[in-house]
C-alpha cells in the first residue's frame, strides 16, 4: 500500500511539473492549521517528512505570510507552539497593509495561475475546495500520521489540456510565419542577387592604386665619394683612339711608289 501511494504522489508531481513548470527546489505555502497538524502528529522534521512526499533530491523550503502568523497568534496558547513553529519559516511578502485571514492571505498570493510555483500545504477543508479552483496549485495534507497530495481535480486536468492546444497551435502559427518569412527572405535575397550581377555587367574596373603592404620601400641612393669622383673624371680625360679608313691606308701606298 505504501509503495502504491508513493508512485500515486510521483504522478501527481511529474503532471505539475510538466504541465506547470515545476522544478526542485519545491516551494511549499504552509498555514497555521498544517503547522499545527505536523506538531500534534509529531512528523518532524518538516522538511524530511515533505521532501518523501515529493520524491525530492533535497527538502523544499517552507513558507507561511505575516497574515497566518497572526491568526496564529489570535488562536491564544491552543496554538502557542505552532506560532513559535511558524516564526521560524521564511516569510512570503503579502501586499497588505492591514492584516487578512489567512485564507485570503494565501489566494492572493497564489494569484490566477500561481507564477511562483507553490505547493500549498493545509488542512483547511474549505481552502482546500477553493484552490481546486486555481490553475497550477497541488494541494498537500494530512491525515493522522501520513501526509497526502491531492489528486488533481478536473478543472486542474481540464486547464492543463487546453493550455496544451493552445501552445501547440501556437507553434503551427509561429511555425507556418517562420515559413513564409524564410521564403519571402529568400524571394528578396535572389532578386538583390541577380540585380547586382546584372550591374556588375556593365561595372568598369577601374585602377586601383598599389598595394602599400606588397611595396618594397624605397633604398636611399648612396652618395659617391671622392675617390670615385676623381676616377670617373680621368675617364672622360683620355683621348679616344679613331680608326683610320681603308681608302686614306690605299692613298699613302701609291704615293710611296
Known amino acids: 500500500m505504501r509503495v502504491k501511494r508513493r508512485s500515486r504522489h510521483r504522478k501527481v508531481v511529474k503532471f505539475y511539473s510538466t504541465c506547470f513548470g515545476f522544478r526542485e527546489p519545491y516551494k511549499v505555502l504552509v498555514d497555521g492549521t498544517f503547522v499545527h497538524h505536523l ?57 497588505h497593509d492591514k492584516v487578512v485571514s489567512a485564507v485570503d492571505c494565501i489566494l492572493s498570493l497564489l494569484g490566477d495561475k500561481n507564477p511562483e510555483h507553490y505547493f500549498v500545504a493545509t488542512q483547511d477543508s474549505d481552502l482546500r475546495a477553493k484552490l481546486r479552483e486555481v490553475p497550477g496549485v497541488p494541494v498537500i495534507y494530512g491525515l493522522k500520521n501520513s501526509l497526502f497530495i491531492e489528486q488533481p481535480s478536473m478543472q486542474q486536468r481540464k486547464f492543463a489540456q487546453l493550455d496544451e492546444e493552445k501552445r501547440i497551435n501556437m507553434e503551427k502559427s509561429e511555425y507556418k510565419k517562420l515559413l513564409k518569412a524564410t521564403s519571402e527572405g ?47 673624371g680621368e675617364a672622360k680625360r683620355k683621348r679616344v683612339r679613331k680608326r683610320k679608313r681603308s681608302g686614306e691606308k690605299s692613298n699613302g701606298t701609291e704615293t710611296s711608289s
Open 39 to 95: 506538531l500534534l502528529h509529531r512528523l518532524l522534521p518538516a522538511d524530511d517528512a515533505l521532501r518523501e512526499l515529493l520524491s525530492a533530491s533535497r527538502p523544499p523550503p517552507l513558507f507561511t505570510s505575516k497574515c497566518v502568523l497572526a491568526e496564529l497568534r489570535r488562536l491564544g496558547k491552543s496554538h502557542s507552539e505552532a506560532f513559535d513553529a511558524a516564526q521560524l519559516l521564511a516569510t512570503a511578502s503579502c501586499e
Open 186 to 232: 529568400k524571394t528578396s535575397g535572389d532578386a538583390t542577387t541577380q540585380g547586382m550581377a546584372e550591374k556588375s555587367k556593365f561595372k568598369r574596373n577601374r585602377a586601383k592604386g598599389p598595394n602599400p603592404l606588397s611595396c618594397k620601400k624605397k633604398k636611399p641612393k648612396a652618395q659617391p665619394s671622392a675617390a670615385q669622383n676623381q676616377a670617373d
